[in-house]
């Protein structure tokens, strides 16, 4: 019988034992099945199972031997609804897809599997991944395991809630404006948005498509650099893609290197933030501080990140989804129906300034990591908020004109093609998690995931997931 006691143990670790064989793929798909009976009916996080699949893959690896099995040797990683899976249901979180099975999975998804990844289920999603607030109408909402009247964050919910609960040891995200890390923030896990093209994904729409970028997402640093691993590698089907580096990106996170001089902000300048975010944030960098590393309040200048990101999120909406509003409206929501609109609203001109911006906004934060090894802010301006809210309306006196300009302070490093990370830095008094973003200059991977794990190490928060799922109090 496999051991449960698993689920609480690090990627890496369970890595190590399926290389000397001390447990099979099968045994962790069994600890896996049994462990999503028992809490994911609470969460919905991983609505779509495909275990038959997943051994059959399995049975395929083990005629292997371990130490040929690839850098994860048989771990087992749920795939984000919106990526597809070869022969398994793949909804995107919307009606129109509710009974779409791909023949052909992601060119990232084949990459993971020729790695030695086991997909057995797909993580739940917003449809088309529009909201910052993991629900649709084919699966319903993905509640929060640190209170399950709260909000998971999105798109992608499902997986750092099927992390949170010990559902998964990684996982695989998204991240546009923020999806990957906002959901990290909220369920106290670690979620990584990587340079443009470190990961290879399957083009769609346009070949040069390069706001939304695929991740990894995990328990803790280390893991979280092993996923980035599995995941990194160029291919000829993706022009953007960047070649694997000399240097693992788990020994760079295991280099023991620590940043000089970090700047800190509370805001980046351009957005509320709610004060108990402020005052954990701020805590968590001054805990850098007294072990010597030069912390100064600075930002790069992201003045235009608000009208620069609506007009571009606009556009890559319309290119992907605009057939689709014109023959499927009736089955879309009301936010997706809104950014296809602005979209196909767009003049050339409009668009020529927004990429304008953007190159202008990218050069200055390049500038600024001339001086500083790394920028810490918030990685979402509020805590964890009522599951029942579509999205954050106001923040600390502030209403917002549209249900995305909340998510400022993760989208302006998405404008300034930044890799950035999510890190778990303390709770609320109320016992929700808070994120960090810790971001680093364009490719700077390697000093991003050691610089956090040095202050992983310091924090000493590595460990508090998984746990089982809190029901709201009355």
């Known amino acids: 019988m496999a051991d449960q006691g698993l689920v609480r143990e690090t990627a890496n670790a369970i890595v190590d034992k399926l290389k000397k064989g001390e447990v099979t793929p099968l045994d962790l798909l069994d600890v896996l ?34 130490a040929e099995r690839g850098l994860l040797a048989g771990l087992p990683v749920p795939i984000k609804d919106l990526t597809n899976v070869a022969g398994v249901r793949t909804t995107q979180g919307s009606p129109i897809y509710k009974d779409n099975v791909p023949a052909r999975s992601d060119i990232l998804v084949e990459h993971l599997e020729s790695n030695g990844a086991m997909i057995y289920a797909k993580s739940n999603t917003p449809e088309f991944g529009a909201g910052a607030n993991t629900f649709n109408e084919v699966f319903g909402p993905t509640l929060n395991p640190w209170d399950t009247s709260k909000s998971a964050a999105g798109s992608s919910g499902g997986a750092a809630v099927a992390l949170a609960t010990g559902t998964a040891w990684l996982a695989h995200g998204s991240d546009m404006g923020g999806s990957l890390r906002n959901p990290a923030s909220f369920c106290g896990i670690v979620g ?3 340079s443009i093209g470190r990961v290879a994904h399957t083009p769609s729409a346009a070949i040069d498509r390069n706001l939304g970028v695929q991740g990894p997402m995990a328990r803790n640093v280390e893991d979280l650099a092993l996923l980035l691993d599995a995941m990194s590698g160029e291919h000829p089907a993706d022009p953007l893609s960047l070649p694997v580096l000399p240097v693992s990106f788990l020994s760079s996170a295991r280099s023991g290197k620590t940043p000089k001089r970090v700047a800190y902000s509370p805001d980046l300048g351009i957005t509320p933030v709610d004060p108990e975010v402020k005052a954990v944030t701020r805590k968590a960098a001054e805990r850098l501080a007294q072990a010597g590393v030069t912390v100064e309040e600075a930002h790069p200048d992201l003045r235009e990140a608000h009208e620069c990101f609506h007009v571009l999120r606009a556009f890559d909406f319309a290119l992907s989804k605009a057939a689709l509003l014109r023959s499927k409206r009736d089955l879309l929501k009301p936010e997706v129906i809104w950014n296809i609109e602005e979209g196909l609203k767009l003049t ?5 300034r927004a990429e304008a911006q953007r190159v202008a906004l990218a050069e200055r934060a390049v500038k600024f990591f001339e001086t500083y090894d790394l920028l810490l802010c918030p990685a979402t301006i509020v805590p964890p908020y009522p599951i029942e809210h579509r999205y954050v309306a106001e923040c600390d ?6 249900y995305v300009e909340w998510l400022g302070i993760v989208y302006a490093i998405t404008l300034a093609c930044c890799p950035a990370l999510s890190l778990p830095c303390g709770f609320t008094a109320s016992g929700l998690p808070i994120g960090l973003q810790m971001v680093a200059a364009p490719r700077g991977e390697a000093q991003l995931l050691a610089g956090a794990k040095a202050l ?4 000493e928060l590595r460990g508090t997931t998984p746990i089982e799922p809190r029901v709201a109090k009355a």
């Open 397 to 402: 006196g502030k209403k917002f004109d549209n």
């Open 33 to 66: 099945e049994k462990r999503i009976a028992e809490v994911d009916g609470k969460v919905n996080a991983l609505p779509t199972l495909c275990f038959e699949r997943a051994r059959a893959h399995a049975r395929t690896l083990m005629q292997k031997k371990p």
């Open 192 to 194: 990584l948005r990587p």
């Open 456 to 459: 992983e190490d310091i924090l």
């Open 348 to 352: 050339v001109e409009k668009l020529e």
